[in-house]
């Protein structure tokens, strides 16, 4: 369990960090193109951060786990 809480204590902030950063280019590019001006929408990447940020801090350690125990 001590295990599992280090490696999401460092997978979280990584995930977060590129889910938040990718997600607020991606649609600040859209809202240029598609609207044709140049808007952030900070809560939309904060929201989809969170929710990858945790999915991904938890998936990722049981998988780790998981394939280290089997070699």
Known sequence: ME????RFAITF???FI??????AIVVYLWNLIAHGQGVFEWD???RFAIM???TLGIVLPIVRAKTSKEK
Do not use: E, K, R
């Not at 295990?3 to 280090?6: R, V």
């Not at 590129?18 to 997600?23: E, L, P, Q, T």
């Open 18 to 23: 590129s889910a938040f950063v990718s997600n």
């Open 3 to 6: 295990d599992f809480l280090i």
């Open 13 to 15: 902030p990584l995930a």
């Open 44 to 46: 939309t990447a904060f």
């Open 52 to 54: 990858l940020g945790i």
